[in-house]
T-cell receptor, first 116, second 112 residues
Framework: DTGVSQDPRHKITKRGQNVTFRCDPI?????LYWYRQTLGQGPEFLTY????????KSRLLSDRFSAERPKGSFSTLEIQRTEQGDSAMYLC??????????????FGPGTRLTVL | QQPVQSPQAVILREGEDAVINCSSS?????VHWYRQKHGEAPVFLMI?????EQKGHEKISASFNEKKQQSSLYLTASQLSYSGTYFC?????????????FGSGTRLLVRP
């Protein structure tokens, strides 16, 4: 499978615990995005990396959230001191700049987080 | 500003047609359409760009009216596999790339 992969697919944690998710983009895709999706809503943008540089962060990304992309390959999203409001599907997408004016973002299957 | 999708839900019989609309209060660079089945990743369907360029699925068509800041997705001769939630995403430029602002989705159910 050469698509975007995410691990774990499901995570259940207790309030106050830290969690970390991993995303492996499509090989050679240098752009990587994190989105969050709650029930009945479309994905909401969280943050964006080009290679290893984090170039954009949403106001949704509080101080408890941190994302990294060491060496410009896989990325991790960590949530510290989880709260029940963090319960959501966390989606990762990747893209490669084409010759046109825009490129296609391909999504992974997501990590579903449940905070008890 | 989140785009507005309509209808919120639609039920079809196999073989029937449907139109899903997406409108924005802001000027659009492009509109991206995705389909998501329950518990799965959003799957790319189509990009519509300013100037009329389209990239995407052969069996799905769409239109993009830049002046009205609207896009419509046309699903013809629907199949059971078309069931899912359809999202439009409008492009917001960032340094060196873009982010997508998604609508809240249109749930489509195709019945035999």
């Amino acid at each position: 499978d050469t698509g975007v992969s995410q691990d774990p697919r499901h995570k259940i944690t207790k309030r106050g615990q830290n969690v970390t998710f991993r995303c492996d983009p499509i090989s050679e895709h240098n752009r990587l995005y994190w989105y969050r999706q709650t029930l009945g809503q479309g994905p909401e943008f969280l943050t964006y990396f080009q290679n290893e540089a984090q170039l954009e962060k949403s106001r949704l990304l509080s101080d408890r959230f941190s994302a990294e992309r060491p060496k410009g390959s896989f990325s991790t999203l960590e949530i510290q001191r989880t709260e029940q409001g963090d319960s959501a599907m966390y989606l990762c997408a990747s893209s490669f700049p084409g010759t046109g004016s825009t490129d296609t973002q391909y999504f992974g299957p997501g990590t579903r987080l449940t905070v008890l | 500003q989140q785009p507005v999708q309509s209808p919120q839900a639609v039920i079809l019989r196999e073989g029937e047609d449907a139109v899903i609309n997406c409108s924005s209060s802001k000027a659009l660079y492009s509109v991206h359409w995705y389909r998501q089945k329950h518990g799965e990743a959003p799957v790319f369907l189509m990009i519509l760009l300013k100037g009329g360029e389209q990239k995407g699925h052969e069996k799905i068509s769409a239109s993009f009216n830049e002046k009205k800041q609207q896009s419509s997705l046309y699903l013809t001769a629907s199949q059971l596999s078309y069931s899912g939630t359809y999202f439009c995403g409008t492009e917001v430029r960032m340094d060196s790339s873009y982010k997508l602002i998604f609508g809240s989705g249109t749930r489509l159910l195709v019945r035999p």
